[in-house]
């Protein structure tokens, strides 16, 4: 089993930064992906941003130029750097974690974190 930890959400207003963090242990994969997805009040959890084993990101075309994922020396560590954060990015966080390669569905997501809550003012 795979324990995800997160923290760093909080209530900013507009034009504010924020940095999650979210750390895996227990019995991880050898190789895997680790990513964050977000879900605002009444809509679906959608993906944000991922890094791959090797290191490359993806992101959702909201986010991209503000927000930067990142995963440490270890591996076993991703962040999310949110940079300008607009009232829309307010949601709950959540961290994942998926064997292999990079995926966009929470579908295919095999460890979930327990979310963090991240609410931008206007």
């Known amino acids: 089993q795979v324990q995800l930890v997160e923290s760093g959400g909080g209530l900013v207003q507009a034009g504010a930064s924020l940095r999650l963090s979210c750390a895996a242990s227990?019995?991880?994969?050898?190789?895997?992906?680790m990513g964050w997805f977000r879900q605002a009040p009444g809509k679906e959890r959608r993906f944000v941003a991922a890094?791959?084993?090797?290191?490359?990101?993806y992101y959702v075309d909201s986010v991209k130029g503000r927000f930067t994922i990142s995963r440490d020396g270890t591996k076993n560590t991703v962040y999310l750097r949110m940079n300008n954060l607009k009232p829309e990015d307010t949601a709950v966080y959540y961290c994942?974690?998926?064997?292999?390669?990079?995926?966009?569905?929470?579908?295919?997501?095999?460890?979930w974190g327990k979310g963090t809550l991240v609410t931008v003012s206007s």
């Open positions: 994942a974690i998926k064997a292999g390669p990079v995926a966009f569905s929470p579908s295919v997501i095999n460890y």
């Open positions: 890094a791959s084993w090797s290191g490359t990101a």
């Open positions: 227990g019995h991880t994969f050898s190789n895997y992906a």
